[in-house]
């Protein structure tokens, strides 16, 4: 079965950090560009960081750039988000998706992973 | 920046209804638009890629059409399971927008 799951979110203080991490299966992880979309509570879809199949090129939102690092790692399967300098407007539910088309087309999501960021 | 903007922003119909959904772009994107669905406490669900394509497995209910900035998501006989919020997002290699989404309600 093709499989996003997402892990790491959690409370943190204002100006903490997070590993997120995203675990693939059932596809050949290392030819598809990934994702990450987040959304705060109760509002819409905002995408934040994209990564190519062999980390070549990263997009980041201007939201979060100089803060937000993704990478991935083909041998694990895996894609991460490290979270640096976290804000109150940073809460939300943190999704990987994979890129259908390597356009940017979300094919396949995890179940989301919450970041909370309170004092 | 591409702004995407949706109307209505929520819709109220009744099982049966055809439902049509709106996404206007703040400049031309050619068919660079896909919908999503999105239920409660659930990822969201891809319905149509490049304006028009149908993903696989979704129902044939689902429709998409437009290019340029103006484009609609139809739903032709609106069922149970179609109560949620819909997404249009724009795509390209670099640039990632979403809509603000449409909340179909039951009536």
């Known amino acids: 079965e093709v499989q996003l799951v997402d892990s790491g979110g959690g409370l943190v203080k204002p100006g903490g950090s997070l590993r997120l991490s995203c675990a693939a299966s059932?596809?050949?992880?290392?030819?598809?560009?990934m994702h990450w979309v987040r959304q705060a509570p109760g509002k819409g879809l905002e995408w934040v960081s994209s990564?190519?199949?062999?980390?070549?090129?990263?997009h980041n939102a201007d939201s979060v750039r100089g803060r937000f690092t993704i990478s991935r790692d083909n041998a694990k399967n895996s894609l991460y988000l490290q979270i640096n300098n976290l804000r109150a407007e940073d809460t939300a539910v943190y999704y990987c998706a994979r890129d259908k088309t390597a356009d940017g087309v979300f094919d396949i999501w995890g179940q989301g992973t919450m970041v909370t960021v309170s004092s | 920046d591409i702004q995407m903007t949706q109307s209505p922003s929520t819709l109220s119909a009744s099982v049966g209804d055809r439902v049509t959904i709106t996404c206007r772009a703040s400049?031309?994107?050619?068919?660079?638009l896909a919908w999503y669905q999105q239920k409660p406490g659930k990822a969201p669900k891809l319905l149509i890629y490049?304006?028009?394509s149908l993903e696989s497995g979704v129902p044939s209910r689902f429709s998409g059409s437009g290019s340029g900035t103006e484009f609609t998501l139809t739903i032709s006989s609106l069922q149970p399971d179609d109560f949620a919020t819909y997404y249009c997002q724009h795509y390209n290699s670099y640039s990632w927008t979403f809509g603000q989404g449409t909340k179909v309600e039951i009536k």
């Open positions: 990564i190519s199949s062999t980390s070549s090129y990263t």
């Open positions: 400049q031309s994107i050619s068919s660079w």
């Open positions: 059932g596809f050949t992880f290392f030819t598809y560009r």
């Open positions: 490049k304006a028009s």
